[in-house]
C-alpha cells in the first residue's frame, strides 16, 4: 500500500508560479512512476505530466510543455510539479498518482494510487 498526500497548492494571479509536493509512504517508492493529474469543474480528470521509476525520464501534456516541470526525490519519498506562468485555465483540482514499474504515464487507468487532491486556482 502506498498513501499519497498532495500540498502547496493555493490561490495565484496568472502568471505566478506554484510548486505542489506529493509525499509517499512506504519504502518502495523508487519503483513507482508518478504522475500528475487534474480536474477542474464539470471536466475530466486530465493527464498533466510523469516522471518513470527508472530512468526519471518525463513526460508532459501539451498544455503544460514548457511551463511546468515534474520531478522527484526518492531520498524523500517525493514528487514535485513545478508550475510556472500559470494561466485562468490551469484553475484545477491537481492529484498525484503511482503506478508500479509503471511505462504508460498518460493513462489513468493505469495508476494504482492516487492523493486526495490539492486545489490550484488562477486568478486573472
Known amino acids: 500500500q502506498v498513501q499519497l498526500v498532495e500540498s502547496g497548492g493555493g490561490l495565484v494571479q496568472a502568471g505566478g508560479s506554484l510548486r505542489l509536493s506529493c509525499a509517499a509512504s512506504g519504502r518502495t517508492f523508487w519503483s513507482y512512476s508518478m504522475g500528475w493529474f487534474r480536474q477542474a469543474p464539470g471536466k475530466e480528470r486530465e493527464f498533466v505530466a510523469g516522471i518513470s521509476w527508472s530512468s526519471g525520464s518525463t513526460s508532459y501534456a501539451d498544455s503544460v510543455k514548457g511551463r511546468f516541470t515534474i520531478s522527484r526525490d526518492n531520498a524523500k519519498n517525493t514528487v514535485y510539479l513545478q508550475m510556472n506562468s500559470l494561466k485562468p485555465e490551469d484553475t484545477a483540482v491537481y492529484y498525484c498518482?503511482?503506478?508500479?514499474?509503471?511505462?504508460?504515464?498518460?493513462?489513468?487507468?493505469?495508476?494504482?494510487?492516487w492523493g486526495q487532491g490539492t486545489q490550484v486556482t488562477v486568478s486573472s
Open positions: 498518482a503511482a503506478d508500479l514499474y509503471g511505462s504508460s504515464w498518460s493513462k489513468l487507468y493505469e495508476y494504482d494510487y
